[in-house]
Nanobody, 121 residues
Framework: QVQLVESGGGLVQAGGSLRLSCLVSGKISSINTMAWYRRAPGMQRELAARIERGGSTHYEDSVKGRFTISRDAATNTLYLQMNSLKPEDTAVYYC???????????????WGRGAQVTVHS
């Protein structure tokens, strides 16, 4: 009974910014790894950014210095701040969370439905 709901996608001009949010709801004990994946048209899904429970982050090379992943433990929300957007960032962005549920072991991997981000020149 865990759901991930993304928001914040949309259309933006090159050089602009967007912030994606992902709210995780359900009978949650804790959340381990959270991440944003993306899939561009005709391409394989790739990991854009990942954040561990302790706050350690990892970024795909092409987004380093432009994207910032963060999480709010109080609200079980994942964020992706995207600055200096480029047309090649156009993709569907998927929220991922490894969730430990109450009365459940081990953790379970959950995915959001995806949020479209379109960057035009």
């Amino acid at each position: 009974q865990v759901q991930l709901v993304e928001s914040g996608g949309g259309l933006v001009q090159a050089g602009g910014s967007l912030r994606l949010s992902c709210l995780v709801s359900g009978k949650i004990s804790s959340i381990n790894t959270m991440a944003w994946y993306r899939r561009a048209p005709g391409m394989q899904r790739e990991l854009a950014a990942r954040i561990e429970r302790g706050g350690s982050t990892h970024y795909e090379d092409s987004v380093k210095g432009r994207f910032t992943i963060s999480r709010d433990a109080a609200t079980n929300t994942l964020y992706l701040q995207m600055n200096s957007l480029k047309p090649e960032d156009t993709a569907v962005y998927y929220c991922y969370a490894d969730v430990l549920e109450h009365d459940q072991d081990p953790g379970t991997m959950y995915w959001g439905r995806g949020a479209q981000v379109t960057v035009h020149s």
